[in-house]
């Protein structure tokens, strides 16, 4: 019987530190199917995420000693996929990815948009799915990591190392282009309203 299971990530991050490779096992258990959704949001070829996500892993544990466990790891190792997927983006990419990212360029107050509320959220997640892929790149990372993936705007901005009041901005801006986009596929929901 594995006891690994009952314990927190931070928990289980000490005792890889520690030696427990098993312990590694628990994360990997814990984080595989996470890390491949979000990799589906970066890449169509599901042996290039597996892939992918299996490098994300490997760096992750030659890295753990370096892992502060007073902190929270799914921030931390979602970095780290962020950093293979944009990589791995840019490498297959025709047309490099060169842009000026205005959210990060300007200054901007913290922004904190009020949280829809539950049935609002819930709607928001089912249209992800069917419009996720014509919103800007930069735009369908948030909206994934905050409603997919349940992390708060501190979070996503440790990952994105973007300021947060770009996070309130970036997710302000995809919710306003799903719901464009959404109204433009299903029209008769829209008349309804």
């Known amino acids: 019987m594995n006891i690994s299971i009952d314990k927190n990530d931070e928990e289980l991050v ?3 530190q520690m030696g427990d490779q098993d312990s ?7 984080y595989e199917n996470k890390l491949l959704r979000y990799g589906r949001k970066f890449l169509s070829t599901h042996e290039d995420i597996e892939d992918i996500v299996q490098d994300v892993f490997i760096n992750s544990y030659r890295n753990i000693q370096s892992f502060d466990p007073s902190l929270r790891f799914s921030p931390w190792i979602y970095r780290i996929a962020h950093n293979a997927f944009a990589n791995a983006l840019r490498k ?6 060169f842009f ?9 107050p913290i922004y904190e948009d009020p949280e829809p509320v539950e049935k609002e959220r819930e709607q928001l997640k089912k249209q992800l799915d ?3 892929d014509r919103i800007s790149p930069k735009y369908r990372e948030v909206l994934v ?13 440790d990952i994105l190392e973007v300021p ?3 996070i309130g901005i970036r997710l302000k801006r995809a919710r306003e282009a799903l719901k464009k986009i959404y109204t433009i ?9």
Do not use: C, W
Request: aromatic share 10%.
């Open 14 to 16: 000490v005792l890889v």
């Open 24 to 30: 590694f096992g628990t994360l990997v258990e814990r």
């Open 92 to 97: 297959r990419s025709r047309n490099p990815l």
């Open 100 to 108: 000026v990212d205005f959210d990060t360029f300007l200054a901007h």
């Open 130 to 132: 069917v419009v996720l």
């Open 145 to 157: 990591l905050h409603y997919l993936e349940d992390l708060s705007y501190k979070e996503m901005a």
């Open 164 to 166: 947060t009041g770009t």
């Open 185 to 193: 596929i299903h029209p008769d929901l829209h008349d309804n309203q």
